[in-house]
């Protein structure tokens, strides 16, 4: 019996490693994808900014 709760110790220690360690890299995968939404939308903000700026003042037509 004793080698048998020593088995179901180590088998939850091992299980909560286990899912601990995929949900850190979980973790950092969404950060990476946080990273890469939060590049593209600031070139789109600055995109859409200097859009914006060309149409107000005229965007270098000579009318």
Known sequence: MRNFTHFLYTLAISLFLLVGMTSCELVGDI????????????VLVLFVAIWLFRKVFGGGRSD
Not at 32 to 38: E, P
């Open 31 to 42: 950060f990476k994808a946080g990273l890469w939404v939060y590049g593209i939308g600031i």
